[in-house]
């Protein structure tokens, strides 16, 4: 007889390994608000398991290589790690164009280690609302699930929609320091990590420039995160337990007085409000908010039936 408990559809997707995963992400770019689409979400959002690591940083700053290195040292310790590498979108098919992932080196035969590579579509090296569905369904299924951003435009600010803990990725002597600082993008990482430190002087003034930005930002209330910077050499594994031992305490500290679950909520509302932009701009939202409709979902409520709901009733 099968199960009548919501999360049967995932045990389904347990049982059947990669393919499974494979077929149902698959199906879930094909018809996205489809009826058994929206069950299996509705599902997963019920059932988080993993930790959401979101990296970041510019292109060629070695954040592929330094997931190789984190995804081997948690599948170490015996967990299952999914992944999800953002790649720029092709103009003329809308895939991704580095889809064969050829940057992020893991043993194909590790059933605990599945890897997918998605388009940003049509946001400038962002995040899809198709990539957001994801995170959320192998988030159901894993233990960790990193999350790989393409580098550029709204990589730094949607991947904090999505993640738990935002690893913003400097390379030394490229500038990419002095961005940071001007930018903004300091206000968004939880960690900030300077890549190949093996090269020495300049890693080491890179991390003492990231550190320098860090000090003068306004903590993040008065139990705010402390974010932290760390030279690592994915290359040589120099720094990398340190790193993880910084995103186990990451962890922890989310885990305390509900500031994971208050904080993906708060993700959930921004999801619903971005849905709903992008499908009927501001002037739907206009609407939405003259005919009083709530866009915050009710806390444990699904974003994604929440979304459907609201659809059905702005659609013309």
């Known amino acids: 007889m099968p199960e009548s408990t919501a999360s049967s559809p995932l045990k389904a997707l347990e049982l ?17 608000e489809g009826a058994e689409t929206l069950a299996l979400l509705d599902a997963a959002y019920a059932a988080p398991r993993a930790q959401v690591l979101g990296l970041t940083g510019p292109p060629g700053v070695g954040k592929s290589t330094l997931s190789g290195r984190l995804v081997a040292a948690f599948r170490n310790r015996g967990e299952r790690v999914g992944v999800i590498a953002v790649d720029p979108s092709s103009r003329r098919s809308g895939g991704a164009l580095l889809g ?26 962002g995040l899809a609302d198709i990539t957001v569905a994801a995170m959320v369904l192998m988030r159901a299924l894993f233990d960790k699930v990193l999350i790989e951003t393409v580098g550029v435009g709204q990589s730094e600010t949607d991947v904090a929609m999505a993640a738990d803990t ?18 903004g993008i300091v206000e968004i990482p939880d960690v900030a990590v300077v890549t190949k430190a093996d090269l020495g002087k300049a890693a080491q003034r890179a991390l003492a420039d990231l550190k320098g930005a860090l000090s ?18 994915a290359s040589r594994g120099d720094g990398l337990d340190e790193l993880v031992a910084l995103l186990d305490r990451r962890a922890a500290w989310l885990a305390e007085h509900d ?23 501001r ?7 003259r005919q009083e409709m709530a866009l915050a979902p009710p806390p444990g409520e699904s974003p994604f039936a929440r979304i459907a709901d609201l659809a059905a009733v702005l659609d013309p």
């Not at 059947?16 to 996205?32: F, S």
């Open 16 to 32: 059947g390994g990669k393919a499974a995963l494979a077929r149902a992400l698959a199906a879930l770019e094909r018809t996205p």
């Open 100 to 125: 064969d992932r050829m940057r992020l080196l893991t043993n194909p035969e590790d059933d605990g280690v599945f890897v997918r590579s998605m388009a940003a579509r049509d946001r400038l090296g």
């Open 166 to 183: 935002v690893v913003f990725c400097v390379q030394p002597a490229s500038g990419d320091s002095l961005q940071f600082m001007k930018a």
């Open 216 to 233: 003068l930002t306004a903590p993040r209330g008065p139990q705010g995160w402390p974010v932290a910077a760390l030279a690592v050499s």
């Open 259 to 281: 500031r994971l679950h208050l904080a993906r909520q708060a993700q959930a509302e921004t999801w619903v409000v971005e849905a709903l932009k992008a499908r009927f701009g």
């Open 283 to 289: 002037s739907g939202l206009a609407r939405a908010a």
